[in-house]
């Protein structure tokens, strides 16, 4: 019997410096997003946690997300797992003051943390999905990235349809290793991607990889040295998996085009920076370079 939704919901308390509509607004920046749904500031994502599927219908008040479970109450193992996800998902666990401390004195920075206070890092907890997001997006625009993770997703992954609505999760790695090259090139990847993508499938499938065995590594160095083995992921998508995988806060993707382009535009340059010069930026934010990256990508929206 299907349960009402006032029964079957749970709520996590969220820190002081938490901006729910900040973060809404970087979920909605693509309206090809097809691993989550935001109807009137309500948020829908669809998880499957132990061969179960869960539909989250999550809303924020008085500092608290509230989550809904309109198909039916999870196992309370199940609600554990969600609330773990959701905390990753929008780093809560995170006290943002000493950045906010190192960027109300930097003149960089100082304007977009006015503007955008209260905005963490929305991650990608599962590495098979943050691998395989970061290669999609290697050396294309973030339009026709969003185009292909689409048909990626539609074409390899499982979905649940309430009131209508279609709701999707990542395909599984053991899934996209059963595949052959042909099958995702037939999605407009590129040869080199698809290999990749399937290479590294087999990895997690085979349990040579994955998430629990790098976080064992407390050196970042090391981690992303781990990375970088895998073939087709060079320093960008190390830096970017070490962001929003794993919520490292040094991270720096120093040769990513957004962050150009936002340090461009926010220094008022007729050029992009020189590499000398960001990395005296990335100096000047020692221990908050990924939540300088993100605020500055943030800040390229305000151009739409």
Known sequence: MKQSEEKCHIELS?????????????????????LH????????????????????????SAQKIQVHFPLK????????????????????????????????????????????????????????????WAIVGQQINLTFAYTLKKRFVEHFGESVTYEGETYWVFPTCEKIASLQIEDVRALQFTVRKAEYIIAIAHAMASGALNKEKLLKEQNRTTMKKLLMEIRGVGAWTADYVLMKCFHDPTSFPIADVGLHNALKMQLALDRKPTIDELKKFEAQWQGWQAYATFYLWRSLYDKV
């Open 73 to 132: 109450a999870p196992s309370k193992a199940a609600v554990e797992q969600v609330k773990a996800y959701i905390r990753e998902w929008f780093d809560l666990d995170r006290n943002l003051a000493p950045f906010y401390k190192v960027a109300q004195k930097d003149a960089i920075l100082q304007q977009p943390v006015k503007k955008y206070y209260g905005l963490r890092i929305i991650g990608i907890p599962d590495l098979f999905e943050a691998l395989v």
């Open 37 to 60: 749904t935001i109807k009137d500031e309500i948020l829908y994502k669809l998880l499957k946690i132990n061969n179960e599927f869960i539909l989250c219908k999550i809303g924020y």
């Open 14 to 34: 969220t820190p002081m410096l938490f901006n729910y509509d900040e973060c809404l607004l970087f979920l909605a920046r693509s309206n090809q997003e097809v």
